[in-house]
């Protein structure tokens, strides 16, 4: 069964989609409003057997004594690992920012866009360049720390249709389930 996007439409009317299932399915959500669910639908975004370790997760975070939130995930892997397009999209901008750095934005079909900070130089050096169709793992950049970054790693943002930050782990598929796709398309071993 092919599983919607966030965001995407539902060709079916409302009334055809709401099956008993899926009322216990809702309720079991609002007798437990904490739990937020992982619905992976992004490939992991840097060379899955160079990326070492999350050194700081999305949400709220003391900055220099200020709460500040932070609106991606920050992925270590060593300076020059390639960086891939979560899933295929078109590149929305790209260009350098004084606290991204180097960035590369694409945009993917549900209108969701996913933003790839601090890379090591300007992305048009590999040819991605706005509006090029980059397919899902297909490198747009390698891992660096321009912008304000204290060291080699990528920061990922999530932006959703709205151009909202959204938490970008509950939207990524692990490094290992990610390894097991690329496996299983013949594209790793
Ligand atoms: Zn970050």
């Known amino acids: 069964m092919r599983r919607n996007l966030p965001g995407t439409r539902s060709r079916g009317s409302a009334a055809s989609i709401i099956s008993p299932a899926l009322v216990v399915l809702l309720a079991s959500f609002a007798a437990s409003p904490r739990m937020v669910a992982r619905t992976p639908w992004l490939l992991f975004p840097i060379d899955v057997r160079r990326f070492d370790h999350i050194s700081s997760k ?21 300076q020059g690992s390639w960086v891939v397009a979560a899933r295929e999209g078109r590149v929305s901008d790209t260009g350098r920012s004084k606290t991204c750095g180097w960035y590369v934005t694409v945009e993917h079909e549900n209108s969701w866009r996913t933003v790839y900070c601090h890379l ?16 899902a793992m297909g490198v747009v950049g390698e891992v660096g720390s321009t912008g ?6 990528l920061h990922f943002t999530l932006l959703d249709d709205r151009g909202h930050a959204r938490d970008p782990l509950l939207a990524l598929y692990t490094p290992a389930e990610t390894l097991q796709m690329l496996k299983k398309m013949g594209l790793a071993k």
């Open 58 to 78: 999305f949400g709220m975070r003391r900055l220099e004594g200020h709460r500040k939130l932070h609106r991606g995930v920050d992925l270590v892997a060593p």
């Open 148 to 153: 304000h970054s204290t060291g080699p790693h």
């Open 120 to 135: 090591r130089f300007d992305p048009r050096r590999l040819g991605i360049v706005e509006g090029l169709t980059v397919p």
